[in-house]
């Protein structure tokens, strides 16, 4: 009986962890404050990529809507222009993914706080990818998002 017990313990409890606030939320607004570029440049070096634009200060903001967890998706406003995208819900969060012939955005938004951050707020991480002819330029921008629920 006692093996049966903690064999239930072991395979729920993730399940009640995995059933947070977030499978509530019906959009998210998020704001990127920091950014890091790396340019992959055909005609230079190689140690030039690996310097990258070091942290600096941005202001990007982004809505996220119909979130819809069955389908797994949901839509993206940005300043330029609304794009459907695939929805990933698992342990770490969510994780949207956009992709077109020559680019991969990815945003991460994390199923965890940091200090003295409340309910209605998860970090979040937008990951963008792109080729220029034969340059490729990728950034990651940290910032917030706030949950409508």
Do not use: W
């Not at 395979?11 to 499978?23: E, I, K, N, R, T």
């Not at 998210?28 to 950014?35: G, K």
């Not at 570029?37 to 600096?56: A, L, Q």
């Not at 969060?93 to 991460?108: D, Q």
Request: charged fraction near 20%; proline fraction near 3%.
């Amino acid at each position: 009986m006692k093996n049966i017990f903690t064999t239930l313990i072991i395979f729920l409890f993730p399940l009640l962890v995995y059933g947070s606030d977030m499978d509530r939320i019906k959009s998210l607004n998020c704001a990127y404050v920091s950014d890091n570029h790396f340019t992959i440049d055909p005609k230079k070096p190689m140690s030039e990529m690996f310097k990258g634009s070091g942290v600096v200060k941005t202001k990007m903001t982004v809505r996220i809507t119909n979130i819809d967890l069955v389908k797994n998706t949901a839509k993206i406003i940005g300043s330029n222009n609304t794009v459907e995208v695939v929805l990933i819900r698992n342990d770490m969060g969510f994780t949207l993914l956009e992709m077109n012939p020559s680019e991969v955005h990815t945003i991460v938004v994390y199923d965890t706080k940091t200090k003295n951050m409340d309910g209605n707020h998860f970090p979040t991480i937008h990951s963008r990818n792109l080729l220029i002819g034969k340059t490729g330029v990728s950034s990651q921008l940290s910032g917030v998002c706030r949950a409508k629920f």
